[in-house]
RNA sequence: AGAUCCGUAGCUCAGCCUGGUUAGAGCACUACACUGAUAAUGUAGGGGUCAGCAGUUCAAAUCUGCUCGGGUCUACCA
C-alpha cells in the first residue's frame, strides 16, 4: 500500500484519462466489472446497433455516454450488466456508398458488376469505419462487448431472422399483397423514401389540372339531390355532378370512386358548364365555392346567360355534409373496354367501383373537396378503396404507357419518358376529351411541387407493386397495451409520439428492391398457389437436397455438396425447391426492411433458438434501452412489434430517447454546413469526462443540446477544477501528517457541528442523486452533485475548515476534518462515476491506495454509495444555510462601509422571531464569527421599539381558506402598526374585521420578518436580519494590521517556494503605528507564519517592500534551516 | 398536413407536474474584496413584456384554449 497520496501537479484531464484507459486494458477492467457481478440478478441492456460505413459524430457521444452511465450505474448497484456490441450491416445506405465508390448505378448491377461482386464489396464497406467506431467507444470510456459483436450479416444472424420470419408466418401475420409506392416508370425501378428525399427531387412543374365532372345516377339514394335541383321529370337538363380535381388526367380512367370528407359542407350549385354552357347542377365543397364563382354571379339570371360574358350565374340549391353523400352512384368517366365494370371484377371479384366514399384524408385547400380515386396510383385511395372494395385498376404499365383497351390513348405514355421530341401530351388531349363531352368544368395549368427520379429526373408515379406485409394490425391492441407497462423517457415520446402512431398503425411493408441484405425466405411455384417459407440453414439444406431428387437435372448441384454456405443474394437465387405438387418453387425476389435486422436483434443476437436458449430466455426483454427520439418509429417501434408478435411480451422496460445534439446557434450538425463537432478532437482537448459531463448536466437528455465547446470548458474549470483542487488540498495536507485512515472512524456524533452538516448533506446528496438516477434522471444527478461539490465542499466546508488541517497538532479534530473530507472525496467520486468514469476512478484509486477501505481495483467494481439516513440531520442544515445567509448578510454590510474582511469587527446584532431560531444560530455562531472577523454576536429578542418588523399573508396557507377575501386581508394586514403585530404575536391570534365578518388569523397563516434596526446599517433576506457595529477601536485596529501583515508575509512564504511546514525567521521595519501593532500581536503573528521570531526595528537595509493598510513597510524573511 | 417537444437575462439552463405576491443560478461584463488548496470564491451593479393573445382564479412563468417561431418524426396528396 502506498503511504502517500498522490499528488498532481496540473489538472490534465485528457492525461489522465490516457493513463486511467491503458490500465482498464491492462487489467481487463470492463470484464471484470462484470465478472465480479456473477450470480448477481442480471440488468439488461441491448446495444442499437450502429452502421459502421460512417464516421462517428459528437451526437453518437451523447447516447452512448447515456447508455454507459446507466449500465455503470447499475452494476454498481450490484446488478450483473452485460453490454453486447452490434453491428448494422445491411441497408440502402451501405449500397448507395458503394456505388458511390465505384462510380456505378443500380442498372449497372448484374452488367457491368455481377451481384456477387457488388455484395462482396458492400460487405467490404459497411465495416469500414469499424476501428474508428471502436476508438471512439474506446476513448470515450463506453463500456461494450466489442470483441464479441452481432454482425447482422452474417448467417447466423440471418438465420434467425429466418427463424423470426417463420414464426410469423405460421401465425399468419406475413402475407403478399400490392401497395402503392414510389415508382419510376424511366428507371423501372420502385423508390426507397430515402431515395425520394434526396435533395432536389420534389421540383415545382406546371401540370395540366382538370376539374372532371361526374354524373350522378339518379335512384333512390340520390333522389334528395334531384329533389333539390328541382327535377321532377327526367329531363336531359337536369343533371348534377361530383366535381373533382386532378393535377394527373392520366389516372382519370383508372377512376374507380370519389372520396369526400365526412364532415366538410358541401353545396349544390345550380350553373352553366362554362365550355360547353350547357345548364348543369354541380357538387363541390362550400368553401371552395370561390374558386370557381365570383360572388357577382351569385342567384345571377340564368335565362339572359351570354356565352361571351364571362360571368357564370350560379345558385345554390342545396347544403348537406360529405358523409350524407356516401353510397351515392355515378357514371364512369371514360368507360372504355380495359375498364368495364367485367374487367374491374375479373380482378377483384364482387367489386363496386363508382361510388362516393368517405375519407378522413380529404380536405378543402384545393380542388373541390371530392377527391378523384384511383387506386392504384395514391397510397390514400388505395386504402379507402380497399375498405369500401371498389377493386383496383393500373391502367398504365410499368413503362409508363396506357395499356391497351382505352380507344385513342392505349400506347400512349402519361409523361415524356423516353425524352421524345414529338411527345404529345396525353393529359392534355385527356382534357380535351373532357371539355367536348361536358365533362370537364375547369382545365388549366397548375404549378405544383412534384417529385422526380433522382436517377433520370422524369417524374415519379404512385404505382401498385407487389410487396410482403407484417400484418402489425393484427397485433395493434395488445401492442398499444403493452406500451402502457413500458417505462418512457420523457413519458410524452411513449404516450404521444409513439403511442399516437401505433393508434394509426398500418401492416408493416417488409419488401424492399435491392441487393444487399437479409433475402426474404420464401419460396414460390410460378402460379403462387403454393408456396413455403423457410426457417433455418437445415431446413433449406434438406428442402435443396429433396428439390433436386424431385426435380432432377442439375437442380441446384452447387449447393448439394456443402449446403448453402451464404445466405444472401445471388445464392439463395440460385436455388430452387420443390412444392409439395412437385412443381419447382422459386424464391420471392425481395429481401426484407433492415429495421427488421434490428428489431430482431434481442433474438439474433444470440442466435436464438438454434443456440444459447438459457442466455436469451435471462436476456429478454431488456430492462433497459436507449437511442434518439428518431428512432421511435424505427428500432423501438420495430422490436415493439417483434416482441409482442413473436413472444407476447414487450421487449424493453424502460427506454431513454435522448434529443439532438445542434451546433451552438441551434442548427442541425450537417457535413454542408460545416458545423459538426469532431468527437476525437474534443475529447482529446478536454477530455473524455468533462465532455461527457457536460453532454449529461447541460440539458436533459430529450431536450435538443445545443452544443457550444465553452460549455465544456466550464464544466472542466468550474466542477472538475474545484474536486482536482479539494483532492489536492486534502493529499497535500494529509501526506504533511500521514493521515492513512488507519485510525478508528471516529462517530459522526462525536466530530464537530461542521463535520456533522457535511456528512448531513452527503447523506442527502447520495439520497437525492440515486433517487434520480434510479428515474433515469441522471441530469438532475449530475447537477446535485456539482452543486455539492462547488456549493458545500469547496466553498463553505473547506474553506471554513482550512485552518484544522493545518493548525494544531495532530489528534482528535484534526482526525476528524480528515475523515470527513476523506469520506466525502470518496462518496463524490463514487457517486459521479457512471456519468465521468475516468477522473473518478483516478481519484478512488489514489485515496484507496493509501487507505486500501475498499477491495477492488476501481471505483466500477465497488459498490453505489448507500444512504445512511440516520446521519440526516435537517435542523443542521437549515441552521448551517442560516449561517451561510448571515455570512453573506454581513460581508455585504461590510462591503457597503467599505471595511475589509481582515478588519477585525466588535459585534454583530441578529434580530431573532423565535427560540427555535435564537437556538439555530448559536450553534453556528462560531462559524459566523470567524468566516465575517466580529468577536461577538448579540440577539435581539425583546424587540418592540426597536426592531422595524413587517407582516404579510401566508399566501399558500391562507389562499385556501380566504378564497376572494384574501385581498382585503391583505391590504388590512399591510396596514398594520408595529403595535398591531406585536398584539398579534402574544396572543398568537388576530381576527380581522373583513366586511362585516371576523376572519380570525393565526400565526402560521402570516410571516412577520424584522425589517429594520433604527440607527443601524442592516441587511436581510427573508426571515434574517442582521446589523454591523462598524466602529473600529484603537484595539481592533492593531488587530487588523497585524492580521494584514501575516497575509503579506504569507504571500511572501508561498511566493518564495516555502514549504507549508518551513520555519522562518522575520525581521521588519516599521514606523510607529504599525511597529506598534505588529509587536502587540508578536506572538499571534509567529504562530499563523511560522515564524520563530519576528524582530522589529525602525530601518532595516534592503528586504521586500510591502503595504500594511497604507503603510510601508520592508522585511526580510529567511527560512531557517 | 398530422403528431410531438421546445420558447424564461446577451448565452446555457432551473422553476411549471402540485398556481401564492421582488422569477432564480451559472457564464460573460464592470468595480471592489478574499485566498497558506483553488484555473477558484465572495460582495455589489447592469441585464426579463417568462414568445404572443384570450380564458379560469382572490392570485398565472406555472392550469386551459388559440396564435406565432424553432426542432424532430410521419405523410406528401386529388
Known amino acids: 500500500m502506498a503511504n502517500r497520496y498522490k499528488e498532481f501537479k496540473h489538472l490534465n484531464l485528457p492525461a489522465i484519462e490516457k493513463e486511467v484507459l491503458d490500465r482498464w486494458q491492462r487489467e481487463n477492467a470492463f470484464q471484470k466489472s462484470v465478472e465480479v457481478r456473477e450470480g448477481a440478478q442480471p440488468f439488461v441492456f441491448y446495444e442499437g446497433p450502429p452502421s459502421a460505413n460512417g464516421m462517428p459524430g459528437i451526437h453518437h457521444v451523447i447516447s452512448r455516454t447515456l447508455k454507459d452511465l446507466v449500465c455503470r450505474y447499475k452494476t454498481m448497484q450490484g446488478f450483473k450488466v452485460e453490454r453486447k456490441g452490434g453491428w448494422d450491416t445491411h441497408g440502402l445506405p451501405v449500397e448507395l456508398g458503394v456505388e458511390k465508390e465505384l462510380g456505378i448505378t443500380k442498372e449497372d448491377i448484374g452488367k457491368k458488376i455481377s451481384i456477387e461482386e457488388y455484395n462482396q464489396k458492400c460487405r467490404e464497406a459497411v465495416l469500414r469505419y469499424k476501428d474508428k467506431w471502436d476508438e471512439l467507444t474506446t476513448k470515450m470510456g463506453y463500456w461494450v462487448d466489442l470483441e464479441h459483436p452481432y454482425i447482422t450479416f452474417t448467417n447466423e444472424y440471418i438465420e434467425t431472422l429466418w427463424w423470426c420470419l417463420k414464426q410469423l408466418y405460421e401465425k399468419g401475420l406475413l402475407y403478399k399483397s400490392v401497395s402503392i409506392q414510389p415508382y419510376s416508370p424511366a428507371a423501372g425501378t420502385g423508390l426507397s423514401s430515402h431515395e425520394l428525399n434526396q435533395p432536389g427531387t420534389y421540383r415545382n412543374v406546371k401540370d395540366t389540372s382538370a376539374v372532371a365532372m361526374f354524373k350522378a345516377v339518379r335512384n333512390e ?130 367489386a363496386k367501383p363508382w361510388r362516393i366514399l368517405l375519407g378522413d384524408f380529404v380536405t378543402t385547400e384545393d380542388g373541390t373537396g371530392i377527391v378523384h380515386t384511383a387506386p392504384a396510383f395514391g397510397a390514400d385511395d388505395f386504402r379507402v378503396g380497399k375498405k369500401y372494395n371498389i377493386g383496383i385498376l393500373t391502367l398504365v404499365d410499368r413503362e409508363g404507357k396506357f395499356v391497351d383497351g382505352l380507344g385513342e390513348f392505349s400506347g400512349r405514355y402519361i409523361k415524356d419518358y423516353k425524352s421524345d421530341p414529338a411527345y404529345v401530351d396525353v393529359n392534355v388531349d385527356i382534357s380535351v376529351k373532357l371539355k367536348k363531352e361536358n365533362r370537364a368544368f375547369k382545365v388549366e395549368k397548375y404549378e405544383h411541387s412534384y417529385p422526380h427520379c433522382w436517377r433520370t429526373d422524369k417524374p415519379v408515379v404512385y404505382y401498385p407493386l407487389d410487396a410482403w406485409f407484417i400484418r402489425t394490425t393484427a397485433v395493434k391492441d395488445r401492442m398499444v397495451e403493452l406500451n402502457k407497462t413500458i417505462n418512457w423517457k420523457p413519458e410524452s415520446t411513449g404516450t404521444g409520439r409513439f403511442g399516437n402512431w401505433l393508434e394509426n398503425m398500418v401492416d408493416w411493408n417488409l419488401s424492399r428492391s435491392r441487393y444487399w441484405g437479409t433475402p426474404l425466405p420464401i419460396w414460390r411455384t410460378e402460379d403462387g398457389r403454393e408456396e413455403k417459407c423457410i426457417g433455418s440453414i437445415e431446413e433449406l439444406n434438406a428442402e435443396i437436397r429433396k428439390a433436386s431428387e424431385v426435380l432432377g437435372g442439375d437442380v441446384n448441384t452447387h449447393y448439394l455438396h456443402n449446403g448453402i454456405l451464404d445466405l444472401h443474394k445471388p445464392y439463395v437465387d440460385e436455388v430452387i425447391l420443390v412444392s409439395d405438387s412437385g412443381k419447382p418453387m422459386r424464391r420471392e425476389p425481395d429481401l426484407i426492411d433492415v429495421w427488421f435486422d434490428s428489431g430482431a436483434m434481442p433474438y439474433a443476437q444470440w442466435h436464438f433458438p438454434f443456440e444459447n436458449q438459457e442466455k436469451f430466455t435471462q436476456n429478454f426483454p431488456a430492462d433497459f434501452i436507449a437511442e434518439g427520439v428518431d428512432q421511435t418509429r424505427g428500432w423501438f417501434y420495430t422490436l415493439h ?199 473518478s476512478d483516478e481519484i478512488f484509486i489514489q485515496l484507496n491506495a493509501v487507505t486500501g477501505k475498499h477491495h477492488g481495483q476501481s471505483v466500477h467494481h465497488i459498490l453505489f454509495p448507500e444512504v445512511r439516513e440516520e446521519l440526516i440531520d435537517t435542523e443542521l442544515e437549515e441552521r448551517m444555510q442560516l449561517a451561510q445567509d448571515a455570512s453573506s448578510l454581513v460581508l455585504s454590510l461590510r462591503k457597503k462601509a467599505n471595511i475589509k474582511v481582515r478588519q477585525p469587527l466588535q459585534k454583530v446584532l441578529l434580530p431573532v422571531l423565535s427560540p427555535t431560531m435564537e437556538q439555530q444560530l448559536q450553534k453556528v455562531e462560531d462559524l459566523i464569527k470567524a468566516e465575517v472577523n466580529v468577536k461577538e454576536m448579540e440577539y435581539l429578542t425583546d424587540t418592540e421599539g426597536f426592531i422595524k418588523k413587517k407582516i404579510k399573508p401566508n399566501f399558500v396557507a391562507l389562499g385556501k381558506k380566504l378564497g376572494a377575501r384574501m385581498k382585503a386581508v391583505s391590504t388590512a394586514l399591510q396596514n398594520f402598526s408595529q403595535h398591531d403585530i406585536s398584539l398579534f404575536e402574544k396572543e398568537g391570534r388576530y381576527s380581522l374585521p373583513i366586511n362585516d365578518e371576523a376572519v380570525e388569523l393565526t400565526l402560521a397563516e402570516v410571516e412577520i420578518t424584522s425589517e429594520d434596526i433604527p440607527g443601524w446599517s442592516v441587511a436581510s433576506k427573508g426571515p434574517l436580519t442582521v446589523a454591523l457595529d462598524i466602529n473600529i477601536t484603537p484595539e481592533l485596529e492593531d488587530e487588523g494590521n497585524a492580521r494584514e501583515f501575516v497575509n503579506r508575509i504569507q504571500k511572501i512564504r508561498k511566493d518564495s517556494g516555502f514549504d507549508v511546514t518551513d520555519r522562518i525567521d522575520v525581521k521588519v521595519a516599521a514606523n510607529n503605528g504599525i511597529a506598534a501593532s505588529l509587536s502587540k500581536f508578536n506572538n499571534y503573528i509567529c504562530a499563523e507564519i511560522l515564524a520563530d521570531t519576528l524582530e522589529i526595528t525602525s530601518t532595516i537595509a534592503d528586504g521586500i517592500e510591502i503595504e500594511v493598510n497604507e503603510n510601508q513597510l520592508k522585511v526580510i524573511v529567511l527560512k531557517k534551516g
Not at 360571368?311 to 340549391?317: A, E, Q, V
Not at 414487450?650 to 435522448?658: E, I
Not at 483532492?727 to 485512515?741: E, I, K, P, R, S
Open 221 to 350: 339514394k340520390s333522389a334528395f339531390l334531384f329533389q333539390a335541383a328541382n327535377c321532377q321529370l327526367p329531363t336531359a337538363n337536369c343533371e348534377i355532378f361530383f366535381l373533382a380535381w386532378t393535377t394527373t388526367p392520366w389516372t382519370l380512367p383508372s377512376n374507380l370512386g370519389l372520396t369526400v370528407g365526412p364532415n366538410i359542407d358541401y353545396v349544390l350549385v345550380k350553373t352553366f358548364n362554362p365550355y360547353t354552357h350547357l345548364p348543369v347542377n354541380v357538387i363541390l365543397a362550400k368553401a371552395l365555392l370561390g374558386k370557381y364563382f365570383k360572388p357577382e354571379g351569385e342567384n345571377g339570371d340564368f335565362d339572359s346567360y351570354d356565352e361571351k360574358v364571362k360571368l357564370l350565374p350560379w345558385k345554390i340549391l342545396a347544403e348537406f355534409k360529405g358523409s350524407e353523400l356516401e353510397g351515392l352512384e355515378y357514371e364512369q368517366l371514360l368507360p372504355d373496354e380495359a375498364n368495364s365494370l367485367a374487367a374491374v371484377q375479373a380482378i377483384t371479384p364482387g
Open 641 to 839: 412489434a417483434l416482441g409482442v408478435m413473436l413472444f407476447d411480451s414487450v421487449a424493453y422496460k424502460t427506454v431513454v430517447s435522448n434529443g439532438l445534439v445542434l451546433d451552438k446557434n441551434g442548427n442541425k450538425m450537417s457535413k454542408r454546413l460545416g458545423n459538426v463537432v469532431d468527437p476525437f478532437k474534443t475529447i482529446e482537448q478536454f477530455g473524455a469526462d468533462a465532455t461527457r459531463w457536460y453532454l449529461i448536466t447541460n440539458a436533459s437528455p430529450w431536450d435538443n443540446l445545443k452544443f457550444d465547446i465553452e460549455g465544456i470548458k466550464e464544466v472542466q474549470r468550474k466542477f472538475f477544477g474545484t474536486l482536482y483542487n479539494t483532492y489536492q488540498f486534502f493529499a497535500l495536507y494529509a501526506n504533511v501528517d500521514g493521515f492513512t485512515f488507519k485510525e478508528d472512524y471516529i462517530p459522526v456524533a462525536e466530530r464537530p457541528e461542521i463535520d456533522r452538516w457535511i456528512l448531513s448533506s452527503l447523506q442527502t446528496l447520495i439520497k437525492q442523486a440515486t433517487a434520480a438516477l434510479d428515474e433515469y434522471e441522471p441530469t438532475q444527478a449530475g447537477r446535485l452533485i456539482e452543486d455539492f461539490v462547488d456549493e458545500h465542499l469547496s466553498n463553505w466546508y473547506v474553506r471554513l475548515c482550512r485552518r484544522r488541517f493545518w493548525k494544531g497538532d495532530y489528534e482528535q479534530d484534526k482526525i476528524a476534518a480528515y475523515q470527513t473530507l476523506y469520506e466525502c472525496l470518496e462518496t463524490v467520486v463514487r457517486l459521479m462515476a457512471p456519468i465521468s468514469p475516468f477522473f
